[in-house]
Every structure is written in structure tokens, then in C-alpha cells.
């Protein structure tokens, strides 16, 4: 399917090109008729001038401008309409059934949120100050964390420590996944002295939290010479930083709220699976169904969301009234339950209702589904 569109994208491209390269033919010529004319005008005197420009006038009328553009804009946009309807055939749906949708409306302030996220998870904070919602996204830290992530991306790593130490809000896990690119890197360049030394002096003080992977790490530099058949060759593959480029920015997001989730590239995967399933049921007696459908809509694992919450002391369904609150322990109970549970303590502390941790409310944080 993919190709075929792309292969009507290609003439339409094309057509547009040419298109534009006989219009812009067009005026050439008016331009040089013109110009002719200024110049054999030079010669001659105010009267002849004058009896000559309707003779310029017939010939610039010959070449009929107008009507060649217009017809040649026609034939551009029915080719247009023919590439919209070889999609709509591929593509199996109307979207413009969409458009009889009454169902509520979506939240403004959220969807600006939404657009200030996704330019802020992009590093263009500047952008996202245009929208107005960009607070506690301090420029100095985005700046820095980008910086990071750029330094990464080049695999100047040395530069990418630095610059991760100086954000202000770097986890140690942060530092660790720089640190361990750096020690695959030298690995990559069979320094394995270096390599090992390397390993010894920076990985080791991560052995708390990360001691399996360093077992891990470690095992790596018996087949750095050979990987690919090896089963650390994910390591030495070049995707791999990549993906601790993913890590690190989930980190941060834990540390800072930075939104390292991509909520658009989200919205729109799950738009391209769930639409071409909702518009054969949507449509029942030529009303568009606002309700929950009746039917289940089959997406990916990976867009998977729990869209409702009940809370395991209360019983009580999420709403936005009573949101989903998270617990520094990891788990999840309703805000009128912390509610309760903060009023009934003397000591405005609470103990979670499924382990020991005692919590304050400033260290929960509202979980949105």
C-alpha cells in the first residue's frame, strides 16, 4: 500500500514540477515581448510609440496567458483529486465522515499542552513559549539536556558527561548510561586495556543498582573482536545508542517531568490502527455513534492504556475530580482515598495502603488516563 501511494505522490510531484516550469514559460515570453518592445520604443517618437503598443497588446493576446494557466491549473488539481481518490481506495476510509462526529469537545488547554510537549520533547522550547505552556521547563535545563542528548548522538562522550553534570537534575542512573556507551566505545576500538580500566574506575560505583548489567558489560570484552555472532552483539550494534539515548531521556523524565514521551506520535499511531476499524461501526442510521462502540478496537501492544482506574481501597472509578494518585512506592490508589487518608493522620503523613512507605502529599504525583 505504502508504495503505491508513494508512487502517485511521485507523479503528483512531478506533475506539480512541470506545471510550474510552462507557467513559468509563459511569462518568459510576456516578459520578452515586452522587453522588445522597450527596446525597438527607444527609436521611435512619441506618436509611433503609441500606434504601437495595441500591436503589443495583439501579440501578448496570441499567446493566450490566461487561458493556458487556468487550463493548465485545471488539469493539475483534477490529477490532484484523482491521487485523493486512488488513497481513499487504498487507504480503505473517509475521513470526512469523521466530521458529523458530535461528541464532546476536545479540551483546548490540553491540546495546547499536548503541542508545547511535543516541541518541548524536540528541544525547541522557544516554540513552545509561543503557546504559553511551557512553564517549569527551565530554557538553561532543556538547553542542557539537548546538548547532551546532541554531544550523544556524535559520539563525543567525554563532552556528554559534562554537559549531563551540569543540567542540575542528572540522576546517577544518567551518568551511568553515558559512562557505559563510553566503555562500548572503547571496546569498538579494541583498546581493551583501556576498555577495562575504564570499566574499573567509573562503572564500579554503579555496581549497587546496576550490578547485573555490569556482569553483563563485562562479558562483552571477550568478544569484542567478533560480536556479531556473539551474544553481546546488541551492544556493538549502532542502534544501540539510540535506545540509552531513550533511557536517558525517560530518566529525566522521572527526575524533571521532562515530557520525554512523544504524545502526537502516540495520538496519530493509534489514529492509523483504531480509525479504519471505527468507520464501518461508527456509521449506525446515519448518525455517527458518540458513545462507547460496541465493539472492541484491536491496537499494538505498545498503545495499550488502561483508560479507566478503580481504586483498589475505595472501589471508586477515576475521574477528573478524583484522578489516579501515584505513590513514591510505585502504587496507585484514588485522590479521595489520600484524601481520607492525610485527614485521619496527625502528622499530615500516610501510609500506603498496600506497603509500609509513609508518603506526603507533595510526594505523589496525578496520574492522567
Known amino acids: 500500500m505504502d508504495s503505491v501511494i508513494s508512487h502517485h505522490l511521485d507523479r503528483l510531484k512531478k506533475r506539480l514540477h512541470n506545471s510550474r516550469i510552462f507557467t513559468s514559460s509563459i511569462i518568459d515570453k510576456i516578459i520578452e515581448k515586452i522587453s522588445n518592445f522597450e527596446s525597438k520604443g ?3 517618437n512619441d506618436l509611433e510609440f503609441f500606434s504601437e503598443i495595441p500591436t503589443l ?25 484523482r491521487v485523493g481518490k486512488e488513497c481513499d481506495k487504498y487507504l480503505g476510509l473517509n475521513l470526512e465522515d469523521l466530521s458529523t462526529h458530535e461528541g464532546e469537545q476536545f479540551d483546548q ?7 508545547a510537549n511535543c516541541l518541548i520533547s524536540q528541544g525547541l522550547l522557544s516554540q513552545a513559549n509561543l503557546i504559553g505552556k511551557s512553564e517549569g521547563y527551565p530554557a538553561d535545563q532543556v538547553s542542557k539536556i539537548f546538548e547532551t542528548i546532541h554531544f550523544l548522538k556524535t559520539g563525543d562522550l567525554d563532552s556528554a558527561l559534562a554537559s549531563a553534570s551540569q543540567t542540575g537534575s542528572t540522576s546517577q ?6 559512562h557505559k556507551l563510553k566503555y562500548i566505545q572503547l571496546l569498538k576500538s579494541l583498546d581493551l586495556p583501556q576498555a577495562l580500566e575504564y570499566a574499573q574506575k567509573f562503572l564500579g560505583q554503579y555496581a549497587e543498582r546496576h550490578l547485573e548489567e555490569i556482569k553483563h558489560l563485562m562479558g562483552a570484552c ?18 544501540y545508542t539510540q535506545e540509552v539515548i531513550k533511557d536517558i531521556l525517560k530518566d529525566w523524565g522521572k527526575c524533571t517531568d521532562f515530557p520525554n514521551v512523544e504524545v502526537l506520535e502516540t495520538l496519530f499511531k493509534a489514529a492509523e490502527q483504531a480509525i479504519p476499524q471505527i468507520l464501518p461501526v461508527a456509521q449506525i442510521k446515519g448518525k455517527m455513534w458518540t458513545g462507547p462502540l460496541p465493539t472492541e478496537i484491536k491496537l499494538s501492544q505498545e498503545l495499550k492504556f488502561h483508560s479507566t482506574f478503580v481504586c483498589p481501597i475505595s472501589k471508586e472509578v477515576a475521574t477528573a475530580n478524583n484522578p489516579p494518585i501515584l505513590l513514591p512506592c510505585g502504587h496507585l490508589i484514588a485522590k479521595n482515598t489520600m484524601d481520607r487518608l492525610i485527614n485521619a493522620s496527625a502528622r499530615q503523613k500516610f501510609k500506603c495502603p498496600t506497603c509500609p512507605t509513609e508518603v506526603t502529599e507533595r510526594e505523589t504525583k496525578q496520574i492522567y488516563i
Open 109 to 115: 488547554d490540553s491540546l495546547q499542552q499536548i503541542l
Open 222 to 239: 571477550l568478544f569484542c573482536k567478533n560480536p556479531s555472532d556473539s551474544p553481546y552483539s546488541q551492544l556493538f550494534d549502532e542502534g
Open 42 to 44: 527607444e527609436t521611435l
Open 57 to 81: 497588446f495583439q501579440d501578448i493576446q496570441t499567446l493566450e496567458p490566461l487561458k493556458k494557466v487556468c487550463q493548465e491549473h485545471k488539469d493539475t488539481y483534477a490529477y490532484l483529486a
Open 173 to 178: 542512573d544518567v551518568l551511568f548510561y553515558i
